[in-house]
């Protein structure tokens, strides 16, 4: 059983930066893909960025693109999210999801609890 604990969250200024770390236990890491998801207040849960379990595919959202790098360390069986450039539509719950077989899916199998992200001044 895969589990999942974000970290990292917290309030940042607009045009601040965060990164967010997703870490796993419980299995071998590296097989799953791992996807970054966010729910805004009022808003369904988005996928902003994913990553192959060997790192070697990424993508990510036009919302974010740019401004947000997804990246992991297996040895670590940690996923990261790196958010620059941060704006106050940003602001959301984060969520980190793994599954072996489905890409950037809200289907994905094992998530975490989430963690809040305020951007404001």
């Known amino acids: 059983q895969l589990q999942l604990v974000e970290s990292g969250g917290g309030l940042v200024q607009p045009g601040g930066s965060l990164t967010l770390s997703c870490i796993a236990s419980g299995v071998a890491f590296n097989v799953y893909q791992v996807g970054w998801f966010r729910r805004a207040p009022g ?7 994913c990553i192959k379990g060997n ?10 693109k740019g401004r947000f790098t997804i ?14 450039s ?7 719950d984060y969520y ?7 890409w950037c899916s809200v289907a994905m199998d ?7 992200v305020n951007v404001s001044s």
């Open 71 to 84: 990246s992991r360390d297996n040895a670590k069986n940690t996923v990261y999210l790196r958010m620059n």
């Open 110 to 116: 094992y998530w975490g609890k989430g963690t809040l």
């Open 55 to 64: 790192g070697g595919m990424t993508s990510y959202a036009d919302s974010v």
């Open 43 to 49: 808003k369904e849960r988005e996928g902003i960025s």
């Open 96 to 102: 980190c999801a793994a599954d072996l077989g489905s």
């Open 86 to 92: 941060l704006k106050p539509e940003d602001t959301a």
